[in-house]
């Protein structure tokens, strides 16, 4: 067997050799044609190790084609600029294909690959092209509930721009919370439940004018420049995901170009942006990647008149990556942001309504986080990965109005300042076994320093009243383990345990997981079962409850992690014209949900957006719990033959039990939600070099739910009053909203130009977003979701 594989490795090289040179006589012969290199590197999927003699091929022209080194490298000239797609063959490995990736001339292309390691007889290497499923997610212990995303999806979408959160809101069991943010409802849960990590490790949440305990916020600080492949999980998590219970993030910065500089110069209306990236030196491995964006409305502002109320912000993201002979690659990665938006209402009063309120507020956020990770080989199949990162995420606001008692002064009086300041350490060691086992344990620490004050101005006794006042530090905890076993080609099991740990109050959870995949042709089953759990915000332990003369007290200390149980079912499969069919039948029980001990409220943390959903509460206790089950169907054609569709259908319920034992609607119990996303892509001329593309996106969901108002006893007492065991009860209008969009994309010999149009709410639909009880009128009144919403850029990309 080694004297036939050696014989194929001979054989192939011999072919690429002559190959390469009929490839550049051809590209020689054909100056018209703009080309580019396309490099990357390809690795045994289990055990990261570079894979040296795999056949990289141009499936639109196999005589263009290459073969890895020793490090996994590979590099292809003389690709055409276009959708191409890639096919990589190796003996004892199963085959893979990148298709219909954009090459363009104003940047190399470069191809991360893992292949895994076939259970079949070894086959002869052949030029054949062959289905890949491109949603699997790039972690290899990953089968449910989860798939993978590319930069290039988040900018294809039409109303993504070029954002992550919002991206996904096309996935299946995914749902918007509002217009107004990128907040997403994953399954009926809060968006308070999602997780985000960057590098292997959790960061802060990564978005602009944002709010303690939230995940989302208006703009994302995560950029398209910088980011790489990444994995988006909907439940059913694997071990080493923890401190979630509705869905989670898994980010990769991609690495920068080691062999030449590379810029890119945007502007839009959602910022200007510059980015960086190449070598260090001429010979050397490493590299760097720089990304710095600020706010272009904040920027006309110092030019001309654009209103008062005009957010500012700026961001930037880096990676550095420092490959090492014998001690491992080294990388240093950080991503941050800061964002201010001000209001100050005209000081005459008769232009206060309801559109320019008589509300005074200034509210500021910072977001910082970095860290060092470095990867190393303590043998052939296994390694150690230790990341070390710190954060900071810092927000002040104060709210006034310049007439409390004028009707159009919306807002309560408060002031705050909350820090959060963390030290974050993982170790994880991975070991391939063999081609059938692969096992990952690992071990995290978080340090937390937190440092909070709320308070809120009672006008009953004008007196400035404490929520939150106080400073320290605790530590969380966490340990998995995860074992993989292929036990046919058709069969496999992925098993372990992870475990959580909160030093604050010495709550901690153990949590088995399992996952079994059967796949006999083309139809793939999948079953998933695990518990999970998660800690709430700090600021939900500390919260004060204390009356006039009466002590300070946190009630809220001694809560216990919340916990959920999740199920999953499973069925894929391949259908006519590269279609393919995916459902997911889950079921999520939650306990240990926080809620008011009294048994006439309708609080449930489970229905809360941020921290600040928790003020005037009464204490909570861990006594809740909650209910979430439906089914996520979704038909993908992904990008192929210039044109693509995502067809997503989601049916559910989502419920909750109160401190007295009834059961009610979550807030995100919108009972449906359908989304058809798709597009094409029209060539301008033979070579491909001019390219138009038009996307669109058709959006309905039921409504969300709102508690009934007391309007009589609202007046009462001249504040909001809902009607006892109303909780929830009432659904707002359906939700319906048409997006579009259109680019133009021109390669020349040494950049690429893209002009793109991108309109959310296309129709300018008024879709309803929340009612309110407005105690200057004694009425209730409504605030709509946003209208349309239009996002012009250009974009260059040079060498």
């Known amino acids: 067997m080694l004297h036939f594989r050696h014989w194929l490795l001979v054989a192939g090289l011999a072919l690429a050799n002559s190959n390469t040179t009929s490839a550049q006589e051809t590209a020689s012969s054909k100056k018209s044609i703009i080309t580019q290199k396309v490099r990357g590197t390809v690795t045994d999927g289990a055990s990261k190790q570079p894979l040296a003699g795999v056949v990289v091929i141009l499936q639109s022209d196999t005589k263009i084609n290459a073969i890895t080194d020793e490090a996994g490298a590979f590099t292809l000239s003389g690709v055409p600029v276009g959708r191409q797609s890639f096919i990589f063959k190796m003996v004892g490995f199963e085959d893979y294909t990148i298709a219909e990736t954009p090459v363009i001339s104003g940047k190399e292309l470069d191809l991360n690959v893992s292949m895994n390691e076939s259970l079949k007889k070894l086959d002869e290497v052949t030029v054949k092209a062959t289905g890949k499923d491109r949603i699997k997610p790039m972690n290899e212990f990953a089968t ?268 309560s009086i408060q002031r705050s300042g909350i820090t959060n300041n963390a030290l974050r350490a993982s170790v994880m060691y991975n070991q391939k076994v063999n081609a059938r086992h692969t096992y990952r344990a690992g071990i995290i620490g978080q340090y937390w320093a937190y440092k909070m004050n709320q308070q809120y101005f009672d006008f009953s006794d004008d007196t400035w009243r404490n929520i939150l006042d106080g400073d320290g530090n605790t530590q969380f905890y966490q340990a998995y383990l995860q074992w993989k076993t292929r036990l046919t080609d058709k069969l496999s099991t992925t098993a372990g345990v992870h475990g959580s740990y909160l030093a604050l109050n010495d709550k901690y959870s153990i949590e088995p997981r399992a996952t079994i995949t059967y796949q006999p042709n083309k139809n793939r089953f999948t079953l998933a079962a695990g518990l999970h759990s998660k800690p709430e915000h700090l600021s939900t332990y500390l919260f004060q409850n204390a009356g006039v003369g009466q002590a300070v007290t946190h009630p809220n200390k001694n809560l216990d992690l919340q916990r959920a149980f999740h199920t999953v079912l499973g069925y894929e499969t391949v259908l006519p014209f590269k279609t393919r069919l995916k459902a997911e039948v889950y079921y999520q029980y939650l306990y240990n949900i926080p809620v008011e001990q009294d048994s006439s409220s309708g609080f449930s943390i489970i229905n809360a957006l941020d921290v600040y959903s928790l003020l005037g509460t009464k204490p909570l206790v861990s006594e809740g719990t909650g209910r979430n089950y439906g089914i996520d169907i979704s038909i993908e054609r992904p990008f192929s033959n210039n044109f693509y569709v995502l067809a997503t259908g989601s049916f559910f319920k989502s419920t909750y039990t109160t401190y007295g034992g009834k059961e009610y609607n979550t807030r995100f119990n919108r009972g449906y939600t359908f989304n058809m996303v798709g597009g094409k892509e029209f060539k301008l001329n033979h070579s491909g070099r001019k390219i138009i593309g038009l996307n669109g996106k058709v959006l309905t969901n039921g409504g969300a739910r709102e508690s009934v108002i007391d309007i009589a006893a609202s007046r009462q007492r001249g504040k909001a009053e809902y009607a006892q065991g109303q909780y929830f009860t009432a659904q707002v209008p359906a939700y319906f909203r048409v997006d579009g969009g259109v680019y133009y994309k021109v390669n ?37 979701q946003l209208g349309l919403f239009p996002n012009l850029s250009y974009r260059i990309e040079f060498h």
């Open 144 to 411: 449910v509930s989860a798939r993978a995303f590319s930069v290039e999806e988040t900018r294809r979408y039409a109303a993504a721009f070029a954002d992550p959160a919002r991206m996904v809101q096309n996935f299946p069991g995914v749902a918007n919370a509002g217009d107004m943010d990128n907040s997403i409802v994953v399954r009926g849960n809060s968006p308070k439940g999602v997780l985000w990590r960057m590098e292997g490790i959790e960061i802060p949440n990564p978005n602009h004018f944002t709010a303690q305990g939230a995940s989302g916020g208006a703009i994302s600080m995560l950029n398209a420049n910088t980011l790489g492949n990444s994995d988006f999980y909907t439940g059913a998590f694997v071990p080493e995901i923890g401190n979630a219970l509705s869905g989670a993030f898994d980010l990769n910065l991609r690495t920068g170009n080691n062999k030449r500089a590379e810029h890119t110069v945007a502007i839009g209306t959602l910022g200007i942006e510059l980015a960086t990236e190449g070598p260090f030196s001429k010979n050397g491995k490493g590299s760097y990647l720089v990304n710095y964006r600020y706010s272009t409305l904040a920027l006309l502002k110092s030019f001309i008149d654009v209103g008062q109320s005009i957010p500012a912000y700026q961001d930037g993201s880096f990676k550095v990556n420092l490959p090492t002979a014998k001690a491992g690659t080294f990388t240093l990665w950080g991503l941050g942001g800061y964002n201010v938006a001000t209001n100050s209402p005209d000081e005459d009063s008769s232009k206060w309504d309801d559109k320019n309120p008589n509300i005074k507020y200034d509210s500021r956020s910072q977001m910082y986080t970095g860290g060092l990770s470095h990867q190393y080989f303590v043998k052939k199949d296994a390694y150690i990965k230790t990341v070390i990162a710190v954060s900071q995420d810092k927000a002040t606001s104060k709210d006034d109005t310049l007439n409390p008692a004028n009707e159009y002064a919306r807002v």
């Open 748 to 784: 020349n010999k040494r950049a690429t130009h893209t002009l793109q149009l991108d309109v959310q709410n296309i129709t300018n639909r008024k879709n309803f977003f929340f009612s309110y009880y407005d105690d200057k009128t004694a009425s209730i009144k409504t605030v709509n």
